[in-house]
């Protein structure tokens, strides 16, 4: 088995509402190994950036704290450190890109200026060295002419080009750890693509981990080794992409993938929609946080919410239908 970058364990976060805390998710696993990608799948609302904004730590600063669960990277459980110790991490061994690249740079200072900031910031290079080096990421990340767009602001550049310079800002220093969240809802299905393909490229030759939230089975399809199903707040499915794809065992996921949009040209297709939407996380249902919309409810859904159960190798699912399946 390959050797696990970031364990998370029991990650149960949540949110200041009224008096109230209102848990965002509740008791995550997860684990990411080393060179491979984990792509947390699930609807809007699931819990995926919460998530993420808790292993960067970056919860707080949203209104938002760990309340219990630990996140382990490198023989240090990242939960328990400082904002401060978190400085050395951030950016550096784990780095991070969002959806949109425009908010993620900054208009006013050029590409080569924000990617040379970080390479002074994280390994001290000088000036000149730092220039030399973002031209470098500017070609890795396959943007052409680079000694010209070094010099140029975000603004100048379209939405894919910007994406990259991001991707060059958070390779800059080599990270173990890359977290995605949603890294290419925001630009059209063209640049998409180039996009993946060099995130995977990248994660050859660096040979780092990613963890990639999208709401889109397509680009988990595509990316994913290992996939982990969010629903309400909670994993309710995790495996291999193969398994995943070739046997969901989980209703969520099952409706998930049927929610896939048919072959491109196919038009009239009707999409399947899961019938339903996702609960607030204030108002959980009792039992199986998923039973209002499981086209298999049963009873003891509606009573007791299920633990996760094996249903193959490496493959868990939190759902009554496998009961006889030994317990994860
Ligand atoms: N700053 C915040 N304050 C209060 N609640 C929040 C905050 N951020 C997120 N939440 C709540 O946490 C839950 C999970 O939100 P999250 O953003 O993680 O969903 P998501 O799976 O990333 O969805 P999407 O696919 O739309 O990005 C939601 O119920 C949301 O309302
Ligand atoms: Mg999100």
């Known amino acids: 088995m390959a050797q696990k970058v970031l364990e998370i364990n029991g990650l149960t976060t949540g949110f200041l509402a009224e008096k109230e805390i209102v848990k ?24 995926k950036s919460v998530t993420s904004l808790a292993i960067m730590r970056l919860i707080e600063f949203s209104g938002g704290r760990i309340l219990e669960g630990s996140i382990a990277f490198q023989k240090q459980d990242l939960a328990k450190k400082t904002q401060e110790e978190m400085l050395h991490i951030r950016g550096n061994k784990i780095a991070m890109i ?5 908010t993620a740079l900054n208009p006013v200072f050029t590409v080569g200026e924000q990617i ?13 060295k730092a220039w030399t080096e973002a031209i470098k990421l500017l070609r890795l990340v396959g943007i052409p002419s680079p000694e010209l767009r ?30 995605a969240d949603e890294p290419t809802t925001a630009l059209d299905v063209t640049v998409q693509a180039q996009i993946l393909d060099l ?30 199903v969010m ?21 969520y996921t099952t409706g998930l993938l ?65 009961e006889e399946g030994e317990r994860a």
Not at 150 to 179: F, N, T, W
Request: charged share 20%; glycine share 10%; aromatic share 4%.
């Open 24 to 47: 965002a998710t509740d008791r995550v696993n997860l684990q990411l190994e080393k060179g491979k990608t984990l792509c947390l799948v699930g609807e809007s609302g699931s819990g």
């Open 98 to 102: 969002f959806q949109d690249p425009m």
């Open 116 to 128: 040379a900031e970080s390479l002074r910031l994280h390994q001290g290079m000088k000036k000149e």
């Open 150 to 179: 070094v010099k140029q602001y975000p603004h100048e550049l379209s939405g894919g080009m910007c994406q990259r310079v991001v991707i060059a800002i958070a390779l800059a220093c080599r990270p173990d750890v890359l977290i």
């Open 199 to 228: 995130l995977r490229s990248l994660q050859k030759e660096i040979g780092m981990s990613i963890l990639l939230i999208t709401h889109d089975m397509g680009v988990a399809a595509e990316m994913a080794d290992r996939i982990a």
């Open 231 to 251: 629903y309400a707040g909670a994993i309710v499915e995790e495996g291999d992409a193969t398994a995943i794809f070739d046997k969901p065992s989980h209703p």
């Open 258 to 322: 049927q929610s896939i949009p048919g072959l491109e040209g196919e038009r009239g297709h009707e999409l399947y929609t899961i019938a339903g939407t996702i609960p607030p996380l204030s108002a959980l249902p009792s039992g199986c946080r998923f039973h209002p919309r499981c086209p298999h409810v049963m009873d003891k859904c509606r009573a007791v919410s299920p633990p996760s159960m094996t249903v193959g190798d490496r493959h868990t699912s939190a759902c009554w239908l496998y």
